[in-house]
């Protein structure tokens, strides 16, 4: 079957990728990080972050009619987070299959919710699902001053 969003583009992109509050909590801030860090896309901005309602609420809008949306908000609010945004070509489709499927009992082992989590409620990690998303949801989590423009020194030995 076609999936689109799981396609990499081969445009420079941005994507949004959030640590939940059960991955801060179980302490696997740094194995997450590592994961996009060591697979060569470049970090613009980083942050720990204690989410407001609004925003949760913004940031899922289209789930809103959900029946989990209450459970979902309570969730993301309910400890710190950390917010990121990182930036590279075809970032976001291969962000998404870095972190694996929603759910993470059917997410492939060496994925981050297929190695680290168990539960769709409890999946550790947020990935934006298309470029206009990575974005939006950028800008919704990132106020200006907070993203870096910078040339990391490893940048020849990652793209030719
Ligand atoms: P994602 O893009 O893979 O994160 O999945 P979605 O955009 O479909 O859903 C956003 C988030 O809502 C998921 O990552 C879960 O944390 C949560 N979620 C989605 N479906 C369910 C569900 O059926 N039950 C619960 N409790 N949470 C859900
Ligand atoms: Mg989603």
Redesign the pocket.
């Known amino acids: 079957i076609f999936l689109p969003h799981l396609v990499a583009s081969l445009e420079v992109e941005e994507t949004y990728i959030m640590i939940?509050p059960d991955g801060v909590q179980r302490c696997l801030i740094g194995e997450i990080i590592s994961r996009f860090e060591k697979k060569g896309f470049k970090l613009k901005g980083l942050k720990l972050f204690q989410c407001p309602q609004e925003l949760a609420q913004e940031h899922?809008k289209?789930?809103q009619s959900?029946p989990?949306f209450p459970?979902?908000i309570n969730?993301i609010t309910s400890g710190p987070v950390v917010c990121m945004a990182w930036e590279g070509v075809g970032v976001v489709a291969s962000a998404?299959k870095l972190?694996g499927?929603?759910n993470p009992l059917n997410a492939e082992p060496g994925t981050i919710r297929g190695d680290l989590a168990v539960?769709?409620?409890?999946?550790v990690v947020?990935?934006s699902?298309s470029p206009e998303n990575g974005k939006r949801e950028i800008a919704l989590w990132f106020k200006e001053g907070e993203l870096c423009e910078w040339t990391p020194v490893l940048e020849p030995w990652l793209t030719e």
């Not at 539960?119 to 999946?123: A, I, K, L, W």
């Open positions: 939940k899922y289209d789930l959900k989990f459970k979902l969730y998404r972190i499927v929603t539960q769709t409620g409890r999946n947020h990935g699902d």
